[in-house]
């Protein structure tokens, strides 16, 4: 079997997380968890919770499955590494569900840092800058997932 760099399993897991987070996020997240995860309390953090453990395991099947049909050589512990990033990241974009027009100390982090780096007046004009931000977010970190994933094991 033909060796397999990081540069070549970056590649690939870039491309499989992409399109793991699009079914992820959309064929696997049940209506209730996209309309609650941006609930306050309780009830927004069980329904983000819920709707990121499938998102999660949507990614994770899809490594597995590349892995198996490519031979990555994954090492589970970087996949698991690279999934936890994900799946964090990934839990903070979704908390800010419906709350992108917000301003002010009471707007999610995420929210708060949008409108600090000059995008309240995109965020006030258009319905649709908020779920782009979210989206860009996603596959921002989806880019690092897939390098942490696939970095070659340190030297023993």
Known sequence: MPATTPAVRFAVLYAVLTAAHEVGDYWAQRDIDAVDKGKPGREGVAACLRHVAGYTTTQALAIAA????????????????????????????????????????????????????????????????????????????????AAVAAAAPAPR
């Open 66 to 145: 590349a892995n198996g049909a490519f031979g990555l050589r994954m090492s589970w512990r970087r996949a698991a590494a690279g999934l936890a990033l994900s799946a964090a990241t990934h839990y903070v974009a979704d908390r800010c569900a419906s709350h992108w027009r917000e301003e002010g100390d009471d707007a999610p982090l995420l929210v708060r840092f949008a409108h600090s780096t000059g995008h309240s007046g995109w965020l006030t004009r258009d319905l649709q800058a908020g779920p782009l931000l979210d989206q860009a977010w996603h596959k921002g970190w989806i880019a690092l997932a």
